[in-house]
């Protein structure tokens, strides 16, 4: 409890008084009796301001939230008073978040309720809590004001901006696709996976012929295969410290988090199972493969407070790691940041991975390099700056077209374009059949 400034104006106007007295202006007497009747006054309104029950209050709060856009915070007011209640509030949000609508001063009608609306924006993924409400509460007097915390601490899950997903989930696979940048190319093939049979066509191969079935019917029947479904894509994200670069507003990680669930939306929806192994210094985090309409959610909830710290990945340990959990064979995709020094140990990580699955590595190419590399100014700064990139970036080409001779599939691919590359592989491998 705090004096209001109707008390810290009477006190001074009494000591101006006291002041006056002393002069012998004004009766000690007056000036005695003045002081008392304030300090009756002001324990009286202490006490009344301290019997005064507090607001109720509510906090609607969406369980998980998207990361990016506003999102509304709800707070539901009521006063057990026979009495107006006049207070300022302010919500304890996380810090950092972005908030418009808060502080606010509210009225609250005897034994009424009220319904608040502030928009805040989350800053970064993961668990957020929010305490309780502050309120300011003045006496009825208004000579004191009592700071009190309202309602019960809440939290929320955020999320990456699954907006998007949703927006991808409405259109078809292509035109998904090709909403994040994937070049889609139809290719003729067979699939692994019997669907139907049906009258032979001009042009169908001698191995579509089911002939049991053409003896029964007298008339050439031919099997129709589809694209093998049910098979499995693993996401092997690396969260070092190679993925704290930083690109636009975005770190690579998240740019990288981002491109991996547009990815997985598409896969889920071709009938795969979509699995996570993120991988931070010695340790990982693993999901197995998903199926279904409750794979995105899975994904969503095992990734969502992933961020890259400032360790080395171990990358042999996380290749092990993968090996001992997924017998089966399965596409990988290693999203990571490759550098000349992880020559050796990212082959030998990569080299075990393709013995029993079809490895797919993605490649960060940091802009600011590339914007290095091209800078021809004439200061002898930037020419050495321009170099350096230069040959930083034939080392980086080096080790990429070692990896490409031994068997890896590489993409050598910058953030803003990674969904897309990453899903134009992804189908270009599905429609090989190549699993």
């Known amino acids: ?194 669907q139907e049979l049906r009258d032979y066509r001009v042009g169908d191969s001698l191995r579509r012929i089911d002939w049991k079935a053409t003896a029964r019917s007298h008339r050439l029947i031919s099997r129709e295969y589809r694209e093998e479904r049910n098979q499995q894509v693993i996401l092997m994200l690396d969260c070092g410290r190679r993925m704290l670069a930083q690109d636009g507003p975005l770190a690579h990680f998240d740019h990288v988090l981002n491109a991996s669930l547009a990815l997985a939306g ?33 994904l969503l909830a095992a990734g969502y407070d992933l961020h890259a710290q400032p360790l080395a990945t171990d990358y042999l340990a996380a290749a092990g790691a993968l090996q001992a959990h997924q017998r089966r064979r399965a596409l990988v995709i290693v999203v990571t940041n490759v550098r000349d020094e992880d020559d050796k140990e990212l082959r030998m990580a990569l080299g075990l991975l393709s013995r029993q699955h079809l490895v797919v590595l993605a490649s960060l190419r940091e802009q600011a390099l590339d914007d290095a590399a091209h800078d021809t100014g004439a200061e002898l700064e930037t020419a050495i700056r321009s170099a350096s990139a230069m040959h930083y970036l034939a080392e980086r080409e080096r080790v990429h077209e070692t990896l490409r001779r031994e068997g890896v599939n590489v993409l050598d691919v910058r953030c803003s374009e990674l969904s897309g590359a990453l899903i134009e592989r992804y189908l270009a491998i599905k429609r090989g059949n190549r699993l």
Request: glycine fraction near 10%; include cysteine.
């Open 1 to 194: 409890m705090r004096p209001a400034p109707l008390l810290l104006w009477l006190l001074l106007a009494w000591t101006v008084l006291g002041a006056a007295a002393s002069l012998g202006r004004l009766p000690l007497s007056a000036w005695s009796a003045f002081g008392a009747v304030l300090a009756v006054l002001g324990m009286l309104d202490a006490w009344r301001l301290r019997r005064t029950a507090s607001p109720e209050l509510h906090r609607e709060l969406a369980p998980v939230l998207p990361l990016g856009p506003e999102a509304t915070v709800a707070l539901h007011l009521r006063n057990p008073t026979r009495r107006r209640q006049s207070l300022r509030v302010h919500d304890l949000h996380p810090g950092g978040w972005a908030v418009r609508g808060m502080p606010r001063r509210v009225a609250l009608p005897p034994g009424g309720a009220l319904r608040l609306d502030y928009a805040t924006t989350p800053d970064a993924r993961g668990q957020f809590h929010f305490g309780g409400c502050h309120a300011l509460l003045p006496s009825p007097w208004r000579l004191w004001h009592a700071r009190r915390v309202l309602g019960e601490p809440s939290s929320t899950r955020v999320y990456p901006n699954f907006a998007v997903l949703a927006e991808l989930a409405g259109l078809s696979v292509e035109l998904a696709s090709r909403s994040v940048g994937a070049r889609l190319q139809r290719r003729r093939g067979e699939g692994t996976e019997f």
């Open 266 to 298: 598409i896969a889920l929806r071709e009938g795969d199972a979509v699995g996570l192994m993120a991988c931070l210094g010695q340790q990982q985090r693993w999901l197995p493969p998903q199926q279904g309409s409750g794979g995105m959610d899975h």
